[in-house]
């Protein structure tokens, strides 16, 4: 189309080409996943669990390795290992040839990704691999390519139409290399057992940390938790409410049990109810969902929108030890 057709479309011409354009787009790189999906669970299946086998066995870290946009998907996968509990370093074929060879030891295993295969740039690397022992997987979608003769597997990607109309920009390549490259990171973590816990020691800055925190680690404890016996009256409950400041109080019974929960919805409900003379037992809300100390502060966030409350009280052999309130949780970074 020409620049002065172009100038004469109306906005909202423009505004439906650019969202057709995108949604080819999509399109065209969600029939390249589902090739992927296809061939993995088919063809590819064996080789893929064969690399596997290398990658999680090898004593020392994934080299994963690529160049152009192979590299910058090289360098996500590499931090995605990494931090899932497969020890990974991303080295550049360039500077592989000037001395980061040396990075790559005897215990390692490289992790290849080349469109083509013939990529000149990891020449050094490959003859580097087969000199020295280092097993090699190589994810290309030319399994007769020279990368894919010299590697030990060769996980080979269906061909698919890029994206650009031009089929030149690399677009459905690189996500079928990025979505394979997941798979693997996530079938390792799996392999390996690596939890939650194993997660947040790799994870303590940021929001990701934040949600990683426990339970433990951000509650209200001993003297500051808002709590009366059930034979307490209202107007004695109630200055322990004010004077704890976190919105409930917690029913305890004469073995210090937690029996219920008195909210400040609860006090609403009962204002014209002759609300001072009355005892904490007859205001509560009983058997309060409460939750234990060493819990994820995330699954005590999902307990808070899911019920549609403010605070839970921690309970240790149903005896009350502590209390998460939401606000605790945003302070924290939680949410």
Known sequence: MSAGLKRDLSASDAYREAVASATRTLQLEAEGLSALQETLAAD????????????????????????GKSGHVGVKIAATLASTG????????????????????????????????????????VSYSRR?????????????????????????????????????APTTSTMMQLALGDAIAIALLESKGFTALDFGVLHPGGQLGARLKFVDDLMHREGSLPLTNADTVMSEAIVVMTEKALGCLGVIDGDGFLKGIITDGDLRRHMDDGLLDRRAADIMTPAPKTVTRDIMASAALEII???????????????????????????????
């Open 44 to 67: 590819l299946s064996e080789n893929f669990a064969s690399a596997l086998r290398i990658l999680r066995e090898c004593r020392g870290r994934v080299i994963v390795t690529g160049m």
């Open 86 to 125: 497969t020890p990974a370093y991303f080295v550049h074929p360039s500077e592989a040839s000037h001395g980061d060879l040396g990075m790559i030891t005897a215990d390692d295993a490289i992790l290849a990704f080349s469109w083509s295969g013939e990529t000149v740039e990891l020449e050094n690397i």
């Open 132 to 168: 020295f022992a280092v097993p090699l997987v190589a994810v290309t979608s030319n399994a007769k390519s020279t990368l894919a003769k010299a590697a030990e597997v060769v996980l080979a990607l269906p061909r698919a139409k890029e994206a650009c109309p031009h089929g030149l």
């Open 305 to 335: 929108n899911a019920s549609a409350i403010t605070a839970l009280f921690v309970v240790e052999d149903g005896r009350p030890v502590g209390l998460i309130h939401i606000h605790d949780l945003l302070r924290a970074g939680v949410a």
